[in-house]
Every structure is written in C-alpha cells, then in structure tokens.
C-alpha cells in the first residue's frame, strides 16, 4: 500500500470518513437542539452516508446492517427536515394530472364513493388497506434483512438498492414537497376523499395508540407524498429478486405492489402520479447499482482487450504522426 508522508491512503481515506460520519451526526443533534438549517443539513447526511457505507465494507457481514441501519437512522430525520425548507408545497400540478388523466374525477375519490368505508363504519376493504399500509414499515428492510441471512453474498447489492431508492425518494421530498390527497381534501383543493387511516386506525389500534404512531410517523412531515415511497421501497424488492434469482421474491413482491398500490390509493394517502414516480424511482435506483456493476464487470473482463486496442491505437498515433528524418545536404 503506497505511503504518504508515513500515512497509507486506506488510512487517509478511513480518517476522512470517520470525520464526515461524526460531522453528520453532529448535523443531527443541531438539528434537533438548535434547528439547523434543512438545506445545510442534508448535503451534510449524505456525505456521512457515503462514508459509513465507505467504511462498513472494511468491517465484514456485520457492516452491512450497520450501513443499512445507520443511513436508516439519517433517513428518518432528512425526511423530518424536507418540509422545513420554505418552498411552497405544490400539489395543484399533481391534482390537475389526475382530473385530465381520469376524466374528472381523482381514483381516491372514485374508489372511496364506490367502495365507502372511510369516513364512518370501515369494512374490510379499508382494515385490509390499513393493514397492507402497515406492513410497509417492514417489508423492505425484511428484503436486506432475508438477504443478509440467507444470501449473504448478494447482501452489499441488496442493501445499497433498497437504501438508493429511499435516498432518491427524499430528495425529491425537498424539492418537490406535495400534500397527499386526504390533506388537499382538508385544505379544500379536492373534493370526496377522507383519510381512511384516521377511521380504521383507532377502530384497530385504540385512539390513544394510533395518535401517538400519528405524531411519530406522519406529522413530522406530512407532505411527503410525492414520490410514493411505499410504493418505490416495495417495488425495488422486485429489483432484489431479480438480483437473487428467486421467482417467488419476484412474484411477492409485484403482488404486494399491487395490493399497496389499491391501499395507498383507496385511504387517500397517495395518487397515481406517485405511485408511478415512486417506481421510476425504484428503476432508477436498481438500474444505477446494477448498472454500474456491470459495467465494472466489463471493464474488468475486456481490461486486456481494451489493453491491447491502447496500444495498436497508440503505435498508430506514433507511426501517423512521425516526422520524417531530417535530410542532410552534401557541402
């Protein structure tokens, strides 16, 4: 390992990532003491990111789940700290789509008149929506999790897909904040949706209960709507089963997407233009990991061709640009 100056770059590249994680969780607790700015703080999270997953790779299986649950921990407060920017929500642009795309009428609402159950009296279509809502808080971290225990050696890819995909969902939270439906409904953008969780919620959890989970969950950023990342983060495990090779991942997880497409729709908790965001997001996340893994592999693969074209291409140059010699006139 070459040295500078008697420090090796793996030590220099170490030391730098060491202070960008502990300037990151710096950034954290000023956030939550003395309110530092969002735009500041974000730039500072993703480069504490970068690094633990930088640094995660020198401390074997185990630092895979502690890069997966430390940009977790981040993720939770850049997703707290996208609505504090001031930038005006903007959620006319995504209402006005749905009304030309359908006709006049927005699904949530077209589902929750001809299906009922949000406002009063919830059914089974709004406990079995609620309940697939619910599940979200699992299902993608169980795909790193399944991935770590019992394929270990697709766990880095899996791990950096599925955290990829929620770091593109929450950029988009700062620049592009959006009020769900059942909050457009509130402020009077919308008519005929109601939030069905505020219904089934307190039927299933007791009210004392469900508004606590509300106050953790939901209100610290409440226009977080576009893109769905409930829709992106259960999407992308198709994306983990194409990687794993494993049909059934592939088929759990494109029906779940459906079944959470109906129940994000249904309860007003997201339209279609998010869901649809939410999966390019999750294509773009998958294709830029497994992407750039392939060109790597080729670039390794075709090193000595690539080798051998440098220096035909070079002789070339040098033959094609060689000056003739210098003629000597007799004296």
């Given at each position: 390992m070459r040295r500078v100056?008697?420090?090796?770059?793996?030590?220099?590249?170490?030391?730098?990532?060491?202070?960008?994680?502990?300037?990151?969780?710096?950034?954290?607790?000023?956030?939550?003491?003395?309110?530092?700015?969002?735009?500041?703080?974000?730039?500072?999270?993703?480069?504490?990111?970068?690094?633990?997953?930088?640094?995660?790779?020198r401390w074997g299986d185990w630092g895979i789940l502690v890069a997966y649950i430390v940009a977790m921990g981040f993720f939770t407060q850049l997703r707290d700290a996208a609505d504090e920017t001031g930038l005006r929500v903007l959620t006319a642009y995504v209402i006005d789509w749905e009304l030309w795309m359908f006709a006049g009428v927005t699904p949530s609402a077209w589902l929750q008149e001809?299906?009922?159950?949000?406002?009063?009296?919830?059914?089974?279509?709004?406990?079995?929506?609620?309940?697939?809502h619910w599940t979200w808080f699992v299902f993608p971290h169980a795909a790193v999790l399944g991935a770590w225990l019992f394929v270990r050696r697709m766990a880095w890819r899996v791990t950096i897909i599925v955290a990829l995909t929620?770091?593109?969902?929450?950029?988009?939270?700062?620049?592009?904040?959006?009020?769900p439906p059942w909050m457009a409904a509130?402020?009077?953008?919308?008519?005929?949706?109601a939030r069905?969780?505020?219904?089934?919620?307190?039927?299933?959890?007791?009210?004392?209960f469900y508004n606590w989970a509300f106050i953790a969950m939901a209100e610290p950023n409440p226009t977080a709507a576009m893109p769905s990342l409930h829709f992106a983060a259960s999407f992308v495990v198709?994306?983990?089963?194409?990687?794993?090779?494993?049909r059934w991942v592939i088929a759990v997880a494109v029906l779940y997407s459906i079944a959470l497409t109906f129940s994000l729709v249904y309860l007003g908790e997201h339209?279609?233009?998010?869901?649809?965001?939410?999966?390019?997001?999750?294509?773009?996340?998958?294709?830029?990991?497994?992407?750039?893994?392939?060109?790597?592999?080729?670039?390794v693969l075709r090193r000595e061709q690539?080798?051998?074209?440098?220096?035909?291409?070079?002789?070339?140059?040098?033959?094609?640009?060689?000056?003739?010699?210098p003629r000597i006139e007799a004296g």
């Open positions: 100056q008697g420090i090796s770059r793996r030590e220099a590249i170490g030391a730098v990532c060491w202070a960008a994680l502990a300037l990151g969780l710096l950034a954290v607790v000023l956030r939550l003491t003395v309110s530092l700015d969002p735009v500041a703080f974000a730039p500072i999270c993703g480069l504490a990111v970068v690094a633990v997953f930088v640094l995660a790779r001809r299906i009922g159950g949000t406002s009063s009296a919830p059914g089974f279509p709004a406990f079995f929506s609620a309940i697939v929620f770091y593109l969902g929450v950029l988009l939270y700062f620049t592009v904040p959006t009020a509130e402020q009077g953008l919308i008519d005929g949706i069905g969780m505020n219904v089934v919620g307190p039927a299933l959890l007791g009210v004392d198709v994306g983990v089963g194409i990687v794993l090779r494993s339209y279609i233009a998010d869901i649809l965001a939410g999966g390019v997001v999750a294509f773009i996340a998958f294709a830029a990991v497994e992407g750039g893994r392939y060109v790597r592999a080729q670039i690539l080798t051998i074209s440098g220096q035909r291409v070079a002789q070339w140059l040098r033959e094609a640009l060689r000056l003739p010699p």
